[in-house]
C-alpha cells in the first residue's frame, strides 16, 4: 500500500494550495480517508476526513470553512483544498487510510509520507 501526498509549497498568508494524495494497493473506494498535520514541537492534529463514498465530510474547528476534503474513487486520489492560509496552518500535512470514519490518528491503518506547507505572514 502507497500513499503519496503532493502540492506542498511556500505561499503567503491569504494564497491557497490544493494538497493530493494518490493512493495504491488497496480497494481505494472501501476506505476513509484523513488528512493530519504537525507543526515542530506540537503533536499530530485531526485536519479532515472523509468517508469512502465521499458523501460525508468533517473539519476541525480551526480549519472549517476554508479547506474543502474531496475524493476521486476513480483516480483513487484524495485532494483537500486550502484556502486564506494563515501562518498557523504551517506544518507537514499527512494523508492517511482507514477502515472507519475516525478523527483518531490510531484508527487509521496506512500513511502517506507528509508534505511540508508553509505559509509566511
Known amino acids: 500500500v502507497q500513499l503519496q501526498a503532493s502540492g506542498g509549497g511556500l505561499v503567503q498568508a491569504g494564497d491557497s494550495l490544493r494538497l493530493s494524495c494518490a493512493v495504491s494497493g488497496l480497494i481505494f473506494n472501501t476506505w476513509s480517508m484523513g488528512w493530519f498535520r504537525q507543526a515542530p514541537g506540537k503533536d499530530s492534529e485531526f485536519v479532515s476526513r472523509i468517508v469512502w463514498s465521499g458523501g460525508l465530510t468533517s473539519y476541525a474547528d480551526s480549519v472549517k470553512g476554508r479547506f474543502t476534503i474531496s475524493r476521486d474513487n476513480a483516480e483513487n486520489t484524495v485532494y483537500l483544498q486550502m484556502n486564506s492560509l494563515r501562518p498557523e496552518d504551517t506544518a507537514v500535512y499527512y494523508c492517511?487510510?482507514?477502515?472507519?470514519?475516525?478523527?483518531?490518528?490510531?484508527?487509521?491503518?496506512?500513511w502517506g509520507q507528509g508534505t511540508q506547507v508553509t505559509v509566511s505572514s
Open positions: 492517511a487510510a482507514s477502515r472507519v470514519y475516525g478523527r483518531n490518528p490510531d484508527e487509521y491503518a496506512y
